[in-house]
């Protein structure tokens, strides 16, 4: 493998970096220029454009796990690498539209992108989440999860896809590399830890869906994918869904928190719990809220529990597998 390079504050990614990067073109082609496009709303849009918009976002995010990757953006340092995250931002929001470009939107989303990544720089207390890391978090969630960005996004498709996959890289590059230290390990994913993830996503589902049966909060309903519909979705749903879900809750809040508060199941509550709330605006009616919230505050506990024993993947594979089936064969 090829050396990074930080003599002179550059960094020289080796070739298994831009595969990975094409990899990301790749798989965002093949999983929106297929079969989504009903999914994903996209009306008369050519897939193919959407699919160019994303791809730098989608594969910045894949090529962040290559071992080299982190280590190249230490080497280019906090600056280049705001200037690399808010040329991101704006590729991805605002220049794929030009007759809707904004000024302002430009000015907000660049330093949406580049201030944090700034900030962690100068992270006074290593080794656990402080108040800046945690105002950092929150400046790039909040957003996402209540859909603030939906009116900025000047491209087509998905806007929640597109925030989804620029959020995941910023969060994956800035926690990695300019944290100190990082608290995520960020690594290609590993059979061991998909197999571990398999596991959770059973385990899990012995427990839930009785209780959603039984109360009404889930129903069967028909399959609706073959088997390379249901391919590309779990792709999509890896990874503009479960892995920035998982990065976030997980490898941020979760792994933050911990020497903190100092009993692991502490910070295994308070992140479970954040991101069953996270799902409150997902559904309709007192009732359905409090039935999800519960439901995904004890996902995130399995969740949680398989990123602590086996890896982010772990928790990335059941995440993945337990959103494809409510999709695919329940409603509620």
Request: glycine share 8%; net charge positive; proline share 8%.
């Amino acid at each position: 493998m090829a050396p990074v390079n930080d003599r002179d504050g550059s960094a020289a990614l080796p070739w298994p970096v831009l595969l990975s990067v094409l990899l990301g073109v790749l798989l965002v082609g093949l999983a929106l220029g297929r079969g989504l496009a009903a999914d994903m709303k996209l009306g008369d849009t050519n897939p193919w454009f959407v699919a160019l918009v994303l791809a730098p976002a989608a594969g910045a995010l894949v090529a962040l796990f290559h071992p080299a990757a982190l280590p190249a953006l230490r080497a280019l340092g906090p600056r280049r690498a705001a200037a690399a995250a808010a040329a991101l931002v704006l590729w991805t929001f605002v220049l794929p539209a030009p007759t809707r470009f904004d000024p302002y939107w430009a000015v907000l989303l660049a330093l949406w992108a580049a201030v944090p990544i700034l900030a962690l720089r100068v992270e006074p207390d290593p080794g656990r989440l402080t108040w800046l890391g945690l105002l950092v978090w929150l400046v790039w969630w909040i957003p996402l999860d209540l859909r603030w960005f939906k009116p900025l996004y000047a491209g087509p498709g998905d806007a929640y896809a597109a925030t989804a996959l620029v959020v995941a890289a910023l969060a994956a590059a800035t926690f990695g590399a300019f944290a100190r230290p990082g608290p995520l390990e960020l690594q290609p994913p590993r059979a061991r830890e998909v197999g571990a993830g398999v596991a959770t996503f059973v385990a899990f589902g012995l427990l839930a869906l009785p209780v959603g049966f039984l109360t009404g909060f889930l129903k069967l309903t028909e399959a609706k994918y073959g088997p390379t519909g249901a391919l590309l979705h779990a792709l999509t749903i890896a990874l503009t869904i479960a892995l920035p879900e998982e990065l976030f809750f997980r490898g941020v809040l979760d792994t933050g928190l911990r020497p903190l508060l100092r009993k692991a199941w502490t910070s295994l509550a308070v992140s479970s719990v954040a991101f069953g709330l996270m799902h409150w605006n997902n559904a309709v009616g007192l009732q359905k809220q409090l039935a999800y919230l519960v439901l995904a505050t004890v996902a995130g506990v399995f969740y949680g529990l398989a990123y602590r024993r086996f890896g982010l993947w772990a928790a990335v594979t059941a995440h993945t597998l337990v959103d494809l089936t409510r999709h695919a064969f329940l409603k509620g």
